[in-house]
């Protein structure tokens, strides 16, 4: 009799672990698509879109502050 309820424990256990485990899979999905549990999305910023001023466009700007052009 006590085996067969250690069995169970250990089966109860181990669908607790399985259950842990889908969550925290689920949430990290979540995350990474950046929505949070309740259904909100995360602001993310895309700065691959934006250009870095190269040298003659801050030589450029430099002119126009300085009135040389």
Do not use: C, W
């Not at 181990?14 to 999905?29: Q, S, T, Y």
């Not at 698509?33 to 993310?44: M, T, Y």
């Amino acid at each position: 009799m006590e085996y067969s309820l250690q069995q169970q424990n250990n089966t109860d256990d181990l669908e607790n672990k399985v259950l842990n485990l889908k969550r925290r899979i689920r949430e990290m999905k979540m995350s990474m698509a950046g929505e949070l549990p309740d259904g909100r999305k995360e602001p993310q910023l895309d700065f691959s879109l934006q250009s870095v001023p190269t040298h003659s466009d801050v030589d450029e700007l430099k002119a126009k502050l300085l009135g040389r052009k």
